[in-house]
């Protein structure tokens, strides 16, 4: 085994002697962006959906030559600044020739090209926007179908064989349904303006085609439409939605505490469809924005069934994870309407921007009513709530102020607002303050905060980004808060505070290394020595460092290291080191990965998360605790031209347990594997 570790270092520090020659590579360096987010968080599904639609953009870049504010705006790397910068320069001196002339826009650093290049392309021919004929429709619409299946090798506890008698009695101890996870998407695009989708979906563990369930458990379809005369957006199915700064309502996963420190605002995206498999974040209906000049009207309207444990005409909380697989997830499937509608009205120029939102939204013929408790005296009860919000941003070329200010039905407020200052292109500042009042209530609301929710939270947030030298980049953010009322697992008032500093370089040998440290604490309930519960602090420090590098002209590694110290009564801490190595010929059609991970952590509070590359589209950031060895092994084959084969392997030995996972995903082992795979046809 020490001859394994070993190796492992030997692996983690070669990209101080390999790198050559520019890899084409890079183009993986947004990953690291999404890789970051999805350690900021516990819930990863909005992280995930942010992943699959970046994939895409990826797959159909922009010719940045005819992409406008709307389009750029769908990459999060930008900047407002740097997106005015690009329209600007292309007024002045006309269509780009080359990917190259982007370092010549002064906004540009290189950090930021290297993360939008996979995204954009130059094209040496005027395109037209050709006419929506059915003729057009079919000749030129571009199709796209995925078919997914994953399995794991080892047999979970839900999965074991039980007695009639015991299930009759306990009839959530085993899952309904078969032991494999399995999807189908379907995509049809025209010229943009169009796009039509279906997405169907069974999780592992829930009814396919047994006695108790046939077909798919979650389908999904969309219809979107852009830019035909004032029609900016027509979406019909199933969408999303986000305005201002998501004090009232978002789906999107925006910047926040990152090492892009200046980029915490969320953009107004109005309506997006919902491309995914996340089964909660969408809306199901309609919505239509009319644009005239600087005015834009959206509406919209939402109607579908949620999950939740009914009692009577009652029920305590949505369920939100959208899994089914034993008889008492059934039995809360679709049981409660929600149905939703509103509005925003908009004034957007470049240098200023107010927009009203308004927003309702009721259950039918149920209420809400969680248990009483005392963190959640200040939740929502009821049948129908609402929300009404105010939206603003002024900006000149170097200074931005915006901002949103929302009140729920209760009358309660909630605010959001802040001032970015960029003297020069190399240096850009922030400062952020919120205040959301405990008894605010937004059952929809995304916005920055610590919590998972937009209530119960003050705070201010300070951010710097410095480019001291080419290829460098200096990030660092301080955030102080507090929760002015008890939440869960804290019973009394309590504050908190967090630190990051990154520093990057970006070379262009196709060398990128960063290093990150970040420390966060807060506070718990603890109990006292008579029987009585204090609180008290903790505190969690990170670091990480990584390095991607080429290794000659078909190959890539990436080596990383994590540290985390976790200290309340006494410290405990943990480690990974990890490695990979991507292969992608020239002309081949057969690329791969291969990672290897070796962790050692004190407990779960020490846990570590690593990114590994998964299969198209897929986001996949496992977490780790304990002893043990990660493998994982990924290819992709391109049959044809328009077919393609992808599948994954991954297997985790554990050194220190004989168990893995608690309750009905339990398996009696030290070893856990699982297989993906995936088809894809472009036609």
């Not at 350690?39 to 995930?48: G, I, L, P, S």
């Not at 279906?198 to 047994?210: H, Q, S, Y």
């Not at 008290?536 to 190959?555: D, E, K, S, V």
Request: proline share 4%; with cysteine.
């Amino acid at each position: 085994m020490k001859s394994n570790y070993t190796l492992l270092l030997i692996l983690l520090f070669v990209c101080s002697s390999v790198y050559a020659q520019e890899s084409f590579f890079r183009s993986d360096k947004w990953m690291e962006y999404i890789e970051q987010l999805g350690e900021d968080t516990e819930d990863t599904r909005q992280v995930e959906t942010l992943f699959s639609e970046l994939s895409i953009l990826v797959d159909n870049p922009f010719d940045i030559n005819r992409a406008g504010v709307e389009e750029l705006r769908k990459i999060p790397f930008f900047s407002d600044e740097q997106i005015e910068n690009i329209i600007v320069y292309r007024e002045r001196y006309g269509p780009l020739l080359s990917l190259y002339e982007l370092k010549n826009i002064p906004a540009l650093d290189f950090h930021t090209i290297s993360l939008i290049l996979p995204f954009v392309y130059v094209s040496g021919q005027a395109v037209e926007n050709l006419p929506i004929t059915v003729k057009n429709l079919l000749k030129r619409g571009r199709n796209e179908l995925q078919i997914r299946y994953d399995r794991g090798f080892q047999q979970k506890r839900g999965y074991r064989d039980l007695p009639d008698s015991v299930l009759e009695q306990y009839p959530n101890r085993r899952y309904v349904g078969e032991p494999f996870y399995h999807s189908i998407r379907y995509d049809y695009s025209f010229d943009r303006r169009i796009q039509v989708g279906l997405v169907a979906e069974k999780d592992a563990g829930e009814a396919f085609w047994n006695g108790y369930h046939k077909g798919y458990d979650y389908y999904s379809f969309h219809y979107l439409q852009k830019n035909i005369g004032v029609l900016k957006t027509l979406a019909l199915g199933d969408y999303k939605v986000s305005f201002g700064q998501g004090l009232v309502i978002s789906n999107d996963f925006m910047p926040g505490r990152s090492a892009m420190v200046s980029q915490a605002a969320r953009r107004t995206y109005g309506f997006r469809r919902h491309y995914s498999t996340n089964e909660t974040d969408f809306f199901r209906g309609i919505g239509t924005t009319f644009r005239h000049k600087d005015m834009e009207l959206s509406l919209f309207y939402s109607y579908r069934k949620m999950d939740a444990g009914v009692d009577s005409l009652t029920f305590t909380t949505l369920k939100t994870d959208g899994l089914h697989r034993t008889v008492g997830d059934w039995e809360k499937r679709r049981t409660v309407l929600l149905q939703t509608f509103g509005g925003n009205i908009r004034y957007a120029t470049p240098n200023l921007c107010i927009g009203l939102t308004a927003l309702s939204y009721s259950f039918g013929h149920y209420e809400i009513q969680p248990n009483p408790l005392p963190y959640n005296l200040y939740y929502f009860r009821g049948n129908r709530n609402w929300n009404l919000s105010v939206d603003y941003l002024w900006k000149n070329r170097f200074l931005a102020f915006y901002g949103e200010t929302a009140i729920s039905k209760n009358k309660a407020l909630a605010t959001l607002n802040a001032l970015q200052l960029k003297p020069a292109s190399y240096i850009s500042f922030l400062l952020l303050y919120r205040y959301y009042d405990r008894r605010y209530q937004a059952l929809f609301g995304n916005a920055f905060a610590q919590s998972g929710t937009v209530q119960n939270e003050q705070g201010i947030y300070m951010g710097i980004e410095v480019t001291p030298l080419p290829f460098w980049k200096l990030a660092a953010y301080t955030d102080f808060f507090r929760f002015p009322w008890l939440k869960y697992g804290i019973d009394a008032p309590s504050t908190g505070k967090e630190y990051m500093l990154q520093l990057t370089y970006t070379s262009p040998k196709g060398v990128d290394l960063y290093i990150r440290y970040k420390y966060k604490q807060k506070e718990k309930n603890h109990s006292g020595d008579e029987n009585h519960t204090v609180i008290i602090p903790y505190n969690q420090q990170r670091l990480r460092m990584q390095c991607t590098y080429p290794i000659g002209a078909l190959f890539r590694g990436k080596s990383s290291l994590d540290g985390v110290w976790y200290e309340e009564n006494a410290g405990n801490k943990g480690f990974m080191i990890a490695q990979s190595i991507a292969y992608k010929p020239l002309e081949f059609p057969l690329q791969g990965d291969i990672y290897l991970a070796w962790f050692h952590t004190d407990d779960y509070n020490t846990r570590i998360s690593s990114y590994e590359r998964n299969l198209l589209y897929a986001f996949y950031m496992p977490t780790f605790y304990g002893r043990g060895l990660r493998l994982a092994v990924t290819f992709r084959w391109d049959i044809l031209e328009p077919l393609s084969l992808s599948a994954k392997i991954g297997h985790t030995h554990y050194n220190d347990r004989n168990l893995i996972g608690t309750g009905l995903e339990e398996i009696d082992g030290a070893n856990k594997t699982d297989l993906n795979v995936q088809v894809r046809w472009k036609f």
